[in-house]
Structures are given as C-alpha cells and as structure tokens.
C-alpha cells in the first residue's frame, strides 16, 4: 500500500509562488514515477507535471511549462512542485499521483494523495 500527502497549496495573488509537496510512505515507492495532476471545479483532472523514479528526467505540460518545476528528494520520499508566476487559471485543488508513467492520463497511476487546494485571486 502506497500513502501520498500532499501540503503547501493555499491562496496567492497573481504572479506569486507556492511550493506543494507530496510526501510519499509504502511499498517500493522510491521506485516509481511521481506526478501532479490539478482539477479546477467541473472539469477533467488534468496531469501537470511528472519526475521518473531516478529525478533525472521531468515533464510538464503546456501550461506548466516555464512556470513550474518538480523535483524529487528520494532520501524523503518527498517530491516538490515550485509554482511560479501563478495566474487565476491555475486555481484548483491539485493531487499527487504515482505509480504511472513519466506523462500519462490519471487512470494510469494507482496511487493517489487527498489532493491541497491552490487558489490564485486576481
């Protein structure tokens, strides 16, 4: 059994920053891909960004991409998400994911946090 926590996420006025962190417990879990995945009210949870087991290789998406940076300390089980220049259209409640691959759809990884919220006021 994999147990993810997420924590960092709150409110932010455009164009400031947060950290969220995913804190990572159980069985193997140094071996596999993390990610994040956000979802804004009635809409789809959507992937983020993604960090292979070893950190060595990141992916983000399109509206990451710039902005956000993740990293991984497997000596913590812990991986990072830096959030740069935040706009309203980042507001949603973002989870931590693994057991995927590097970049995939949320019905690709097993293993879920409870998700923090991040709001961004403009």
């Known amino acids: 059994q994999v147990l993810l926590v997420e924590s960092g996420g709150g409110l932010v006025q455009v164009g400031g920053s947060l950290r969220l962190s995913c804190a990572a417990s159980?069985?193997?879990?140094?071996?596999?891909?993390m990610a994040w995945f956000r979802q804004a009210p009635g809409q789809e949870r959507d992937f983020v960004s993604g960090?292979?087991?070893?950190?060595?290789?990141?992916y983000y998406a399109d509206s990451a991409k710039g902005r956000f940076s993740l990293s991984r300390d497997n000596a913590k089980n812990t991986v990072y998400l830096q959030m740069n220049s935040l706009k309203p259209e980042d507001t949603a409640v973002y989870y931590c994911?693994?057991?995927?691959?590097?970049?995939?759809?949320?019905?690709?990884?097993?293993?879920w946090g409870q998700g923090t919220q991040v709001t961004v006021s403009s």
């Open positions: 159980g069985r193997a879990v140094e071996n596999h891909n």
């Open positions: 960090i292979s087991w070893t950190g060595r290789s990141t």
């Open positions: 994911a693994s057991g995927g691959p590097l970049v995939g759809g949320a019905d690709q990884f097993p293993n």
